[in-house]
């Protein structure tokens, strides 16, 4: 077990997830350290996340705390392999806060990804020129150069939309937001003809709930829901005003999933919604 800072959500994540396999298997830290032949500090700084851990490690700790559940155990051993590899994010450590890092570290990561917005367009199928201006928007304001490297690190995050085999992505955007005429009617509309074209990709959804509807679950509220290999590694991601933040207990991965299919039972299927942008796009 060795030290690896800066600690990542990712890292963190893995060691909530040891720890609760620890609880679960009824084991005191003591107990436990005692059993896999360490210390219990040591054990305690991996369960903080301030060490990292091997893929080794944690099968023998999942042999110790008596977990047969193999996905489980493979996703886990999968996520301490991948924590010693630096992602394209690290480049804007200590410029950029460290939430927006773990989000593009989890999206990079997420077998899936649903999302839910009512009053912006998602930032993974955002313009550069309607990012700009959300960040212009900014308060405090953000100086020029702050805006450009939060407009590019958001871009750069869309990459996983891209590549060779890109990430399912399912979202809901409330009418309001498509609405509204971010940088102009020009950047506006080219916003929305851009939202269209990726709607057409076979691996990205994009549902419409229209302002007929009214009330529904979940208005005002904006969130990313990242699949994991096993449900137990899913994650919901919540925009503050003070930043992400991230959820992943499992009381709140199952409000955040029974949210979503209720937003998604009231927004119009994918050919509507397509219809219904087109729409708007000819009002700006």
């Not at 008596?66 to 301490?80: G, K, R």
């Not at 449900?231 to 925009?239: I, M």
Request: charged content about 25%.
């Amino acid at each position: 077990m060795t030290s690896r800072p800066p600690t990542t959500a990712r890292r963190l994540r893995l060691a909530t997830e040891l720890r609760r396999l620890r609880e679960r298997a009824g084991l005191t830290s003591t107990e436990a350290a005692r059993q896999l032949g360490t210390s219990s500090g040591q054990l305690s700084n991996v369960e903080t996340g301030r060490f990292g851990v091997s893929a080794d490690r944690v099968r023998a700790m999942a042999r110790t705390y008596s977990c047969t559940d193999q996905a489980h155990v493979d996703a886990l051993a999968a996520m301490a392999g991948g924590d010693r590899k630096k992602g394209w994010w690290e480049q804007y450590r200590g410029i950029l806060p460290p939430g927006l890092l773990d989000l593009a570290e989890l999206e990079h990561h997420a077998t899936a990804l649903r999302t839910a917005y009512t009053s912006h367009i998602p930032g993974l199928l955002q313009t550069i020129d309607h990012a700009r201006e959300i960040f212009r928007q900014m308060i405090p304001v953000a100086p020029p150069p702050e805006v450009e490297h939060r407009a590019s690190h958001r871009i750069k995050r869309q990459a996983v939309l891209h590549r060779h085999e890109p990430v399912s992505y399912h979202t809901i955007v409330h009418e309001a937001a498509l609405r509204m005429k971010v940088g102009g009617p020009d950047v506006a509309r080219a916003q929305l003809n851009h939202l269209l074209d990726m709607s057409e990709r076979d691996h990205i959804t994009v549902l419409v709930i229209p302002f007929e509807v009214g009330a529904f679950p979940g208005s005002g509220q904006s969130m990313n829901f990242a699949r994991g290999p096993v449900p137990q590694l899913d994650t919901v991601q919540l925009d503050q005003s003070h930043g992400p933040v991230l959820l992943d207990a499992e009381a709140q991965l199952q409000k955040y999933r029974l949210l979503l299919e209720r937003m998604e039972a009231v927004a119009l299927d994918p050919e509507k919604s397509r219809d219904h942008m087109h729409q708007i796009a000819r009002q700006l």
